[in-house]
């Protein structure tokens, strides 16, 4: 995370987006991983994603807990405020921010071990919760800074650098978050920036938290032949479940198949977002549901037994509310809210009193 | 006996869950609402229903308001704990008991007068229906105790009358019925009152009956918090439900009808620890409200918020350790946790009350400290202070005050500098400047609990490093002087300082004022904040003894000073009582003669008290006779 | 320059995750193998790869082995640090630099000498690959220094054969093409070797190079522990990868090949801390190894077996706090926290190793007081002491050697009692007899962290409670004649006291024996254990002017022994470094002249060293000459 | 907690198991739990199992964490040792103790809030290192001992006793166990010990992690009308998926029905476990396979959408390996193995020493 400004060299070339930034404006210090590891990628994606979005920079905050995953929120939008917390407990530091000001974008990036070992209990508080939170983990199945152990999500059989097979049943985020109530679960490759794009940009306009499993090699300690998280490995296990495009309001052009209720390959579906936007669902040869809370879970199940790694953005519920409307606070962010308006004043302390004599 | 009005003790025993609380409850407010002075402690089981449990109120027109350990009156309707009931009982004591049943031989003592009452034989054939007859007793009992005490009774009634209202009309005529039944009853067969009595009084006017939680909840709201995150754990629960009650009352949008207030139960303690630090760091004003066990869970966390410098604030409710320890009884076990929590080279800046007056005050002082130096503050309180009825001054709030938001930049300062460098030391105070986020670009900084620069960059470099945290130590050395001050109270004859803290205060003010009877004198020192001020190392080094009074096995009091104040240890000597009930006088006074030597004095007429107390600290040949009440 | 054979120390600066790491260790171990007193400090980014890294190896006869802060040669092959690299250079040292670029005019130093190889363009003749180049580019470097420095070539292959051997033949090949390549391209070039050299001694001839996490794992196994939990965390992550490594060779039934040992990875420090607990009660040896973060986790597990009395180790490998601080930096940040763990009242028995040596003696020990006592019990090492490779008299261990299992009582004993109270104190120690589950029925009771009284029931009684909490304050103070007793080392004309821990001794030993060059004398006394046994307390009381060093910059150890010791405070003042590099000499030097005002005296012959160091602690006008070596 | 002595009057007429020991033997100190607790009864079923298995005493080890329920593991068998631990810690300090010593019968006692809230991570991760443990949970919905708040067991829509609804989505611990790979999900009702006791039985046997979920109704603070564990409430929506009877090898007569591969309504399916007992599924109407993960997790997850309360032996893995197979630990229990056999002597360390110049 050692802070190395990057030469903004001007590029008359770079394009500019609706609030005239360029993706360099998107873009944080220098990345200090190993050269081809899977969460620089993710980083990109997250710059190509904010940058399309035209999200003001500093009405974001960046999460996250601790590991070579979670360093990365220094890898992108520096002029935006960010969080390196401890480890496993980004979820509630993010709950406490979210809760003080719902109206900045949250976005928080962990790994595997931060999020399903040390931070299991918090992820699934959170996902419960439904804080609006754009929750990425950069998974590589192991813990890449302390020098790759296997983490949670180390799969049955898989090969430690050491030759060791793990013997432990892992633990799938996306099955986690369907069986907990998630309103957004998805899963994404690193080598893959076309699919995790979109995904991203609609978990960060999804009202509540946006699981987001992206698979994401360790180069350095899990990227050989044994692991199944490799990059070889997730190329040729990898399957598209369902295609997703994002769609803001003024680029949605209903399409022809809306009618089509029956989901033929290739059929469209168009999930509306609370603020307008739209999710195109595009099926690629099976008949999938993505708002079908235990049809998804099924598929998902079928396909990881098969030995596949189903990605996509798996499922969406569009009626989802979050933390928020569940708690029954105000529009208007807490931190905005001048003080007069928060204290009561003497005169309602006093009728207050009256019930303690 | 002499009567002796206003100033005599008594405790109620009853088993847990029979609504004994509410009746308990009846008998403190109408003692308050005759004006006279009123203490109540409630000995509870660590369960929900079926165990023997305590009310104990304390009637002193001298305003003393600490426990006694020996009772004038006894109620004892819990047959399993008669035999200790009864010894609680000062010689010349009433024992009032259900007389439904005989008094087993070997319980009498020939010392005090047994006052039978058949309660439930009455119960039975007025009420229908177990659980109302169950209900019911402890009324009728309230009413036999206010004939003997001789209670005003239409503020009983009226009590009941503002409690069950036309809504529970039904509920207010069996309220009714029996309280009528057992004041009649007493009325006719007893001389009421006994010399033991109340006597109308106007002490009480500008004053409320309030516990500790609610009053620091109230704090919490006039202070501007926004955002609330726990876990439910005994002796704390109540503040955060207080809170949540008042909220819905005081923090309620009109327009939408939506709270002003985000209040979070969270998983666990860990959870409720990020939140407030994650809400701090947003910039709310957060606090949680746990007890021991939830700070040792908090402590990652803590040093987190102190390296990172975020303000929070932490309400730790103080019950009996270690560990799960006694929930439901008192102690001042977690000082040195506290002052030094996590990992690391850490200092924190901690409050500490001594009644629920306090708890309202130091609330709203937390949160200005906690943004003023950018990093958690504790308030220690406990189960006494914070689940226990007190008679305090009413709560009064300033409507000139505005928070104490520290150095925080808006956009417009933001907007006219070059450069927002999180971590310097602009000022010289060791004070930097703080951005929220969301508020503008310039103010982006990127928050670590890892090393960093005062510019906010991640460094390993020993300087930088060490720049940073040597400055946050000035920072944090710099609160010693916006801390509540020490109260000090000082006798011109005083050969001794007695020097103590928190719920300490009533105990040891009533033995200073004990002791001053028998013409032996103490300058009072009452610690209100860490770090300590130059006075607190003053008081002490003015002084060849001072005695520390504390409710912990190590001193932890005594050893904080030692460490911080400056002082020598030599002059510090040690008081303490941690059996996990409210600290007594008569528990200090033993002490504080066993240290000085001096004689066991005789205790001033009216109060009721004995030597028994923790073996290692009691003369062990202090006759019994020498305190017992005249 | 005089030639000055094994008195001089030397720096490499590489980037990390290019096999710079075993290159430095071949260095390392071939001086080693050459029987002249060597040390090596590792100082590493927390990252996996591409960030500046540095070895520093300090070769010298009289055996010091503290870090130097200036280098009489320094192999700088990371262009990014050459600026600082080069500061570092002691007057009249060598600047060996990879010529293959030219250096940068400003760069330039008069005062040292450069040696220019071009290691990247000869890699590039002799090896195809990119990562091949990378890595044999730090082969060829170790062969010229081998060269400049006169290593015994044959040793170098040696080496490698046995770290390659057969298996590994074409590795080995390029092995040896690269350092052959680097040595004669310096035996031609310059005339080696310099007048800093290795010339060959029998020093070594009973010790071994390790480092301590090695050595404590060794212990664990060696004390027959066989249960061990933990989660990774740097740089206590090596201690139980050196234990699991051991187990399948030490630790396997020969019958069924499995293990005899339960070696689980939790998934966090909560966990592994409850792992340890339940071991301990079943009645295994058990044990965790973690760095500050993680002891913070386990502070309420730590309360829970304080209370319940529950034998457990923990070793905390300290590294530079507070929250995440710097991961890869050494410090003594826990000295307080591992002491009073735990909300409520709570104390805990801590050993301090200073070396691998006593991280293996201490390792077993720890399991004895633990059994011993029924408690946990902490070993405090550091990154420093616990990552980096130590030369010291080789292990040996005692065949007659036996567990202390402390007071367990087996079937027989049980079958002949009439009844078993887990909690009594009856042999007046304060320990109470313990059983294990599944032994016996007689033995059966119920352990919990909430109150009991001595028979192990439930209680919520003040004297019950305080009887059992009593009890344990006098079993934790009896275990200050158990713990290792302080190192103390008198002299004569000694006029003050040094006081240090753990991986001080080296740096301060030396301090003193260049400050009695001076004719300056102190007495010395490190600490091991707590609680502080009488010596500790005799020592400090018998001198004036104590001097504490520490790694901390609260310091903590002389906070503690403030608090425990029972000596005036007075007597103790503060000498701190804690910017996470291990102690050098000369800084400590720097702070106890200005502590006791003495004069800047020259540095004898041979230690390069300057007085640069953390500002608050430095004389500040000391002219920069003064200590740079002749 | 408090230790009130039952008094051990002698009754000619207790019967005794094999053993020699009657019920009494198996029994605790008086519980100090509210009058018609759901736990208490739970606490009987205990005993029974117990006795009818005719476990020795001594050899048993009772753990839990902090709660109402929690405190139950004093009110069974006061002749084995008991581990009262922390909040939620109940599952590491049982690990701790097995790894200890796998001869022992682990017996965990929990609550809903002490396993789901604050020890749901520890929960999730004793599931997936399968340590040899019966698991029971006494759901409850609510914070009992701290009087009565949700815990995250508490049903959406669910009302407190103030007559304030949950609305955050509830985890079922038996839906959490299916997804993480536990061997054995069960769940019960405090208010059906006929079925409760077998399940107990074949929990204890299983070489495992045998998680038992018991609707446990919390009289004092969550038995009210609107409640969802309520006794009313659960007794209405009680559904018995499939019904299950442990035999001991000794009292095991192949079923007729046996060779019926269709599983038709009483149609039955013995199950056999690792040492030689078995368990006896018989349909109730439901074509259901109690082996089937996914199958189960579909019929689950079906009632309880359709606002049933499914109970039974749902699952179990035949295959179950337990924590020291994974770890490949020896058969003996470690506390046994003499100091002698594990220190490895002087020669030992001196030749290791050797790789150190
Ligand atoms: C409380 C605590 N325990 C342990 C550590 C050490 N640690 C740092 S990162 C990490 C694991 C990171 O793994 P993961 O979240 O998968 O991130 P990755 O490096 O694989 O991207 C651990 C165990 C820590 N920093 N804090
Ligand atoms: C660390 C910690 N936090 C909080 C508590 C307070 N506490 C005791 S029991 C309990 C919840 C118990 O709920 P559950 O596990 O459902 O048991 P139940 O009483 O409902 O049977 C809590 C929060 C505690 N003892 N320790
Ligand atoms: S260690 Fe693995 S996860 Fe960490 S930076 Fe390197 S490749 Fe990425
Ligand atoms: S409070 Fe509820 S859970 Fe606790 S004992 Fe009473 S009924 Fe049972
Ligand atoms: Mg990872
Ligand atoms: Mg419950």
Redesign the pocket.
Same mark, same amino acid.
């Given at each position: 995370m050692t802070h190395i400004a990057k030469p903004r060299v001007f590029h008359p070339g770079l394009e500019k987006n609706e609030i005239g930034l360029t993706q360099r404006d998107y873009e944080g210090v220098v990345s200090t991983l190993c050269a081809g590891c899977g969460?620089d990628s993710v980083t990109g994606a997250l710059v190509e994603a904010a940058w399309e979005l035209a999200l003001p920079t500093h009405r974001v905050a960046k999460m996250s807990?601790?590991?070579? &995953? &979670?360093?990365t929120t220094a890898y992108f939008m520096s002029q935006s405020h960010g969080f390196n917390s401890?480890?496993?407990r980004m979820p509630s530091v993010a709950s406490g921010a979210n809760a003080a000001n719902r109206d900045l974008v949250y976005i928080g990036v962990?790994? #595997?071990? #931060? &999020?399903l070992?040390?931070g299991l209990g918090q992820l699934c508080h959170a996902m419960r919760r439904n804080l609006n939170l754009l929750y990425l983990i950069?998974?590589?199945g192991?813990?890449?800074?302390?020098k790759g152990?296997f983490?949670a999500s180390a799969d049955v059989g898989a090969k430690s650098k050491r030759g060791v097979p793990n013997e432990q049943p892992p633990i799938d985020p996306v099955l986690l978050a369907l069986s907990l109530g998630a309103t957004f679960a998805a899963r994404g490759f690193s080598g893959d920036r076309k699919q995790l794009v979109p995904i991203i940009k609609a978990g960060i306009r999804h009202p509540g938290l946006a699981l987001v499993d992206v698979i994401?090699p360790?180069v350095t300690f899990n990227d050989h032949v044994g692991s199944t998280k490799s990059y070889a490995y997730t190329r040729e296990r990898f399957r598209t479940a369902v295609e997703a495009a994002f769609l803001e309001p003024k680029d949605f052009v209903p399409s022809a198949d809306e009618i089509t209720a029956e989901l033929e390959p290739g059929g469209v579906r168009d999930v509306r977002m609370h603020d307008g936007s739209f999710v195109r669902f595009r099926q690629t040869g099976d008949d999938y549901d993505p708002t079908d809370r235990d049809g998804v879970y099924s598929y998902v199940r079928e396909r990881v037994e098969a030995g596949e790694v189903p990605t996509g953005l798996l499922f969406i519920d569009p009626e989802s509310r979050d933390l928020h409307e569940v708690l029954g606070t105000v529009e208007r962010p807490l931190v905005d809210i001048p003080f007069t308006e928060l204290c009561p004043g003497a005169e309602a302390l006093d009728s207050v009193m009256e019930s303690y004599r | 006996m002499a009567t002796r009005a206003n100033d005599f003790a008594l405790k109620i025993g009853t088993v847990n869950g029979t609504g004994s609380a509410s009746a308990n409850g009846l008998l403190m407010q109408s003692i308050f609402r005759m004006g006279v002075p009123v203490s109540g402690k409630n000995v509870f089981p660590s369960n929900i229903q079926g165990l023997p449990t305590w009310y104990e109120i304390r009637v002193n027109a001298a305003g003393h308001v600490a426990r006694t350990r020996r009772f004038d009156l006894v109620v004892a309707m819990n047959p399993e704990t008669y035999a200790r009931d009864i010894g609680e009982l000062a010689t010349g004591g009433w024992l009032l008991y259900d007389s439904s049943w005989p008094l087993a031989r070997e319980l009498k003592r020939s010392d005090v007068n047994f006052v039978g009452v058949p309660f439930a034989e009455m119960c039975v054939k007025r009420f229908k229906g177990g659980r109302k007859r169950i209900l019911m007793k402890n009324i009728v009992c309230t009413g036999v105790v206010a004939a003997l005490l001789g209670i005003d009774f239409e503020i009983i009634r009226t009590l009941l009358e503002e409690t069950f209202g036309e809504k529970k009309r039904h509920l207010l005529e069996a309220n009714f019925t029996a309280i009528d039944l057992g004041f009649d009853y007493a009325a006719q067969r007893f001389d009421c009152p006994l010399p033991i009595r109340i006597e109308a009084m106007e002490a009480n006017r500008d004053s409320v009956l309030i516990d500790g939680n609610t009053a620091a909840a109230l704090g919490c709201i006039y202070a501007g918090a926004t955002v609330a995150a726990w876990y439910p754990i005994t002796p704390s629960t109540s503040l955060i439900e207080a809170f949540t009650a008042y909220c819905h009352r005081l923090r309620v949008d009109e327009a939408s009808g939506k709270l002003k207030v985000a209040i979070i139960q969270a998983e666990d303690e860990l959870a409720s620890a990020g939140m407030v630090v994650g809400a701090g760091w947003a910039g709310a004003r957060a606090f949680t409200s746990t007890s021991g066990a939830g700070i040792s869970l908090m402590t990652?966390f803590i040093g987190l918020a102190y390296y990172a410098e975020v303000p929070c604030v932490f309400f730790d409710i103080e019950r009996v350790g270690p560990s799960t320890g006694m929930p439901t009884r008192t102690q001042q076990g977690d000082i040195l946790m506290c002052a030094y929590a996590s990992h690391g080279d850490t200092k924190h800046i901690c409050l500490y009350p001594k009644d629920p007056a306090e708890c309202f005050d130091f609330a709203v002082r937390a949160f200005d400290l906690a943004e003023r130096f950018q990093t958690p503050v504790f308030v220690l309180s406990d189960l006494d202070i914070g689940m226990n009825d007190w008679v305090i001054p009413r709560l009064r709030w300033e409507d000139g005050y505005r928070p104490d938001r520290g150095k925080v930049l808006d956009a417009a300062a933001l907007e006219g500098m070059d450069a927002f460098y999180r971590f310097m030391d602009v000022d010289g105070d060791g004070i930097p400047y703080r951005t929220l986020p969301g508020v503008h670009p310039k103010g982006a900084y990127f928050t670590r609990g890892s090393g960093h620069d005062k510019y906010g960059k991640y460094t390993e470099d020993e300087e930088e490093y060490q720049e940073v945290l040597d400055r946050i130590a000035v920072k944090i050395d710099g609160a010693a002087d916006a801390v509540p001050a020490p109260e000090i109270r000082l006798h011109p004859d005083a050969g001794y300082g007695l020097v103590t803290i928190g719920g300490c205060d009533g105990g040891v003010r009533e033995a200073i004022e004990r002791f001053a009877e028998e013409g032996v004198h103490f300058d009072y020192m009452r610690i209100r904040g860490f770090p300590f001020s130059e006075e607190v190392a003053k008081f002490i080094e003015a002084r060849e003894v001072n005695i520390v009074v504390e409710q912990n096995r190590d001193a932890q009091l005594l050893s904080l000073l030692a460490l911080e104040a400056g002082v020598d240890k030599g002059r510090l000597v040690s008081v303490r009582r941690y059996g996990g009930l409210p600290l007594s006088a008569s528990g200090v006074m033993d002490s504080v003669r066993e240290l000085l030597g001096l004689p066991a004095g005789a205790a001033p007429a009216g109060i009721a008290e004995d030597s028994k107390g923790p073996a290692e600290e009691t003369p062990s040949g202090a006759p019994d006779s020498v305190e017992v009440g005249a």
């Amino acid at each position: 995370m050692t802070h190395i400004a990057k030469p903004r060299v001007f590029h008359p070339g770079l394009e500019k987006n609706e609030i005239g930034l360029t993706q360099r404006d998107y873009e944080g210090v220098v990345s200090t991983l190993c050269a081809g590891c899977g969460h620089d990628s993710v980083t990109g994606a997250l710059v190509e994603a904010a940058w399309e979005l035209a999200l003001p920079t500093h009405r974001v905050a960046k999460m996250s807990g601790i590991g070579c &995953s &979670s360093k990365t929120t220094a890898y992108f939008m520096s002029q935006s405020h960010g969080f390196n917390s401890v480890h496993g407990r980004m979820p509630s530091v993010a709950s406490g921010a979210n809760a003080a000001n719902r109206d900045l974008v949250y976005i928080g990036v962990s790994g #595997d071990g #931060d &999020s399903l070992s040390i931070g299991l209990g918090q992820l699934c508080h959170a996902m419960r919760r439904n804080l609006n939170l754009l929750y990425l983990i950069e998974n590589n199945g192991v813990y890449g800074l302390t020098k790759g152990q296997f983490s949670a999500s180390a799969d049955v059989g898989a090969k430690s650098k050491r030759g060791v097979p793990n013997e432990q049943p892992p633990i799938d985020p996306v099955l986690l978050a369907l069986s907990l109530g998630a309103t957004f679960a998805a899963r994404g490759f690193s080598g893959d920036r076309k699919q995790l794009v979109p995904i991203i940009k609609a978990g960060i306009r999804h009202p509540g938290l946006a699981l987001v499993d992206v698979i994401s090699p360790c180069v350095t300690f899990n990227d050989h032949v044994g692991s199944t998280k490799s990059y070889a490995y997730t190329r040729e296990r990898f399957r598209t479940a369902v295609e997703a495009a994002f769609l803001e309001p003024k680029d949605f052009v209903p399409s022809a198949d809306e009618i089509t209720a029956e989901l033929e390959p290739g059929g469209v579906r168009d999930v509306r977002m609370h603020d307008g936007s739209f999710v195109r669902f595009r099926q690629t040869g099976d008949d999938y549901d993505p708002t079908d809370r235990d049809g998804v879970y099924s598929y998902v199940r079928e396909r990881v037994e098969a030995g596949e790694v189903p990605t996509g953005l798996l499922f969406i519920d569009p009626e989802s509310r979050d933390l928020h409307e569940v708690l029954g606070t105000v529009e208007r962010p807490l931190v905005d809210i001048p003080f007069t308006e928060l204290c009561p004043g003497a005169e309602a302390l006093d009728s207050v009193m009256e019930s303690y004599r | 006996m002499a009567t002796r009005a206003n100033d005599f003790a008594l405790k109620i025993g009853t088993v847990n869950g029979t609504g004994s609380a509410s009746a308990n409850g009846l008998l403190m407010q109408s003692i308050f609402r005759m004006g006279v002075p009123v203490s109540g402690k409630n000995v509870f089981p660590s369960n929900i229903q079926g165990l023997p449990t305590w009310y104990e109120i304390r009637v002193n027109a001298a305003g003393h308001v600490a426990r006694t350990r020996r009772f004038d009156l006894v109620v004892a309707m819990n047959p399993e704990t008669y035999a200790r009931d009864i010894g609680e009982l000062a010689t010349g004591g009433w024992l009032l008991y259900d007389s439904s049943w005989p008094l087993a031989r070997e319980l009498k003592r020939s010392d005090v007068n047994f006052v039978g009452v058949p309660f439930a034989e009455m119960c039975v054939k007025r009420f229908k229906g177990g659980r109302k007859r169950i209900l019911m007793k402890n009324i009728v009992c309230t009413g036999v105790v206010a004939a003997l005490l001789g209670i005003d009774f239409e503020i009983i009634r009226t009590l009941l009358e503002e409690t069950f209202g036309e809504k529970k009309r039904h509920l207010l005529e069996a309220n009714f019925t029996a309280i009528d039944l057992g004041f009649d009853y007493a009325a006719q067969r007893f001389d009421c009152p006994l010399p033991i009595r109340i006597e109308a009084m106007e002490a009480n006017r500008d004053s409320v009956l309030i516990d500790g939680n609610t009053a620091a909840a109230l704090g919490c709201i006039y202070a501007g918090a926004t955002v609330a995150a726990w876990y439910p754990i005994t002796p704390s629960t109540s503040l955060i439900e207080a809170f949540t009650a008042y909220c819905h009352r005081l923090r309620v949008d009109e327009a939408s009808g939506k709270l002003k207030v985000a209040i979070i139960q969270a998983e666990d303690e860990l959870a409720s620890a990020g939140m407030v630090v994650g809400a701090g760091w947003a910039g709310a004003r957060a606090f949680t409200s746990t007890s021991g066990a939830g700070i040792s869970l908090m402590t990652e966390f803590i040093g987190l918020a102190y390296y990172a410098e975020v303000p929070c604030v932490f309400f730790d409710i103080e019950r009996v350790g270690p560990s799960t320890g006694m929930p439901t009884r008192t102690q001042q076990g977690d000082i040195l946790m506290c002052a030094y929590a996590s990992h690391g080279d850490t200092k924190h800046i901690c409050l500490y009350p001594k009644d629920p007056a306090e708890c309202f005050d130091f609330a709203v002082r937390a949160f200005d400290l906690a943004e003023r130096f950018q990093t958690p503050v504790f308030v220690l309180s406990d189960l006494d202070i914070g689940m226990n009825d007190w008679v305090i001054p009413r709560l009064r709030w300033e409507d000139g005050y505005r928070p104490d938001r520290g150095k925080v930049l808006d956009a417009a300062a933001l907007e006219g500098m070059d450069a927002f460098y999180r971590f310097m030391d602009v000022d010289g105070d060791g004070i930097p400047y703080r951005t929220l986020p969301g508020v503008h670009p310039k103010g982006a900084y990127f928050t670590r609990g890892s090393g960093h620069d005062k510019y906010g960059k991640y460094t390993e470099d020993e300087e930088e490093y060490q720049e940073v945290l040597d400055r946050i130590a000035v920072k944090i050395d710099g609160a010693a002087d916006a801390v509540p001050a020490p109260e000090i109270r000082l006798h011109p004859d005083a050969g001794y300082g007695l020097v103590t803290i928190g719920g300490c205060d009533g105990g040891v003010r009533e033995a200073i004022e004990r002791f001053a009877e028998e013409g032996v004198h103490f300058d009072y020192m009452r610690i209100r904040g860490f770090p300590f001020s130059e006075e607190v190392a003053k008081f002490i080094e003015a002084r060849e003894v001072n005695i520390v009074v504390e409710q912990n096995r190590d001193a932890q009091l005594l050893s904080l000073l030692a460490l911080e104040a400056g002082v020598d240890k030599g002059r510090l000597v040690s008081v303490r009582r941690y059996g996990g009930l409210p600290l007594s006088a008569s528990g200090v006074m033993d002490s504080v003669r066993e240290l000085l030597g001096l004689p066991a004095g005789a205790a001033p007429a009216g109060i009721a008290e004995d030597s028994k107390g923790p073996a290692e600290e009691t003369p062990s040949g202090a006759p019994d006779s020498v305190e017992v009440g005249a």
